[in-house]
């Protein structure tokens, strides 16, 4: 019984934590936006946070992961006796609640980056492309100006 509440505790940390790993994910999320919107694309920036991101979810992975293991060892004796454990049941409901209204915000963001990104990245294929059709242009100009030969007048009398 005491140890089936300290698991409960664990539980309750577990979800803490993950509460505010998802807090961090969605600030990186947010701050993706802020990239995706500016003028001037900072690709580092964007890239430093894919990869806070990338830790984060690590974080999260592990965090699910152990959640689990520690569920499975108190699952059976937790659905025996929910009225003994009911304070604690219906504080990780709370918690599971706000990690999956979190985890629903961080998608809806990451949609809406994700279209952002793809309009941003589109235009500036489009002005890489425009760059290349006019480089390719004035390099052909340049090429053919300097092949042609200076010719001498037609209108010159070529007797000597």
Known sequence: MKDVSNYLTILEESLTKKVSVLQALLEACRRQTELAEADAFDLDAFEATLDEKDALLNQLEEL??????????????????????????????QLIRKCTDMSVEIQAVEERNKAKLEVKFATQQKELRQIKTTSKVASTYYK???????????FLDQKK
């Open 64 to 93: 699910d992961h152990g959640f689990h293991s520690v569920f499975q060892e108190i699952e059976t004796e937790v659905k025996q006796n929910r009225d003994r454990y009911a304070a604690n049941i219906q504080t990780l409901q």
């Open 144 to 154: 053919s100006m300097s092949n042609t030969q200076t010719a001498d007048s037609y």
